[in-house]
């Protein structure tokens, strides 16, 4: 196996490298690359455009292979695949933790990224430029709720509402959107991170998603953190 192949995800992070390229201009590419997205791109053109960001010294470690997929992603995944869906808003996504695995194992889905931070979404759409098609990252405050009513089939909160000072709007807007189902997961401890603003236990899921007209709720525990899906349908 090459070097290359085996310190990163070469398809993915050849797909960021080619988005990001064709924004900034970093790295340079012939045209003839430029033209292509990853799926498009051979075994060895994906190793050229993968060696050309590490010579311009972009930050590859979103892209890290043998990164373990984290348990809270591995259980959202496994409930995801027994569901049938074709739309899905993921709030907060940050820089891909869950979405990158996701798109990877649900290609057909079309997927809507929320993120506050611009430098998330650019990184997002760069990713979609150069590869994963199915995305769209939009720099939008999932309390205003930017959406309309049965906008997406699934919507995803994952160690987001913990961040978010109007949690009870961001529960709302997500049960408004949201056509069968609303997935969350928060650590159910308390932790140092400054970040983060509240501890959200069961009893206050359970009051908030009832608020927001929603009591078909069922809840998990995975290492550290509460999983929990609310059913719209």
Known sequence: MNDIEERCDVKTAAAWILGHARRTGIPALPES????????????????????????????????????????TRRTLGFLHSVSFETMLDVGSGRGVFLIPFMK?????????????????????????GGFTQLHAGQKDICSQPFPDDSFDIVTMLEVLEHIPEVEKAVSAAVHMARQYV???VPSKPDDNPEHIHLLTKDRLTQMFAGAGCSRLHFDGVEGHLFMVAALV
């Open 105 to 129: 194992e649900f290609p057909w889905v079309k997927v809507t990224s929320l993120d506050l931070l611009e430098k998330r979404v650019t990184f997002l759409n760069e990713l979609a430029d």
């Open 33 to 72: 690359l430029l033209r292509k997205t990853s799926e498009e791109c051979s075994k060895e053109e994906l190793l050229q455009i993968v060696m050309a960001g590490m010579e311009a010294e972009l930050k590859l470690y979103p892209f890290k292979s043998g990164t373990q997929t984290l348990a809270r």
């Open 183 to 185: 997935v969350v997961t």
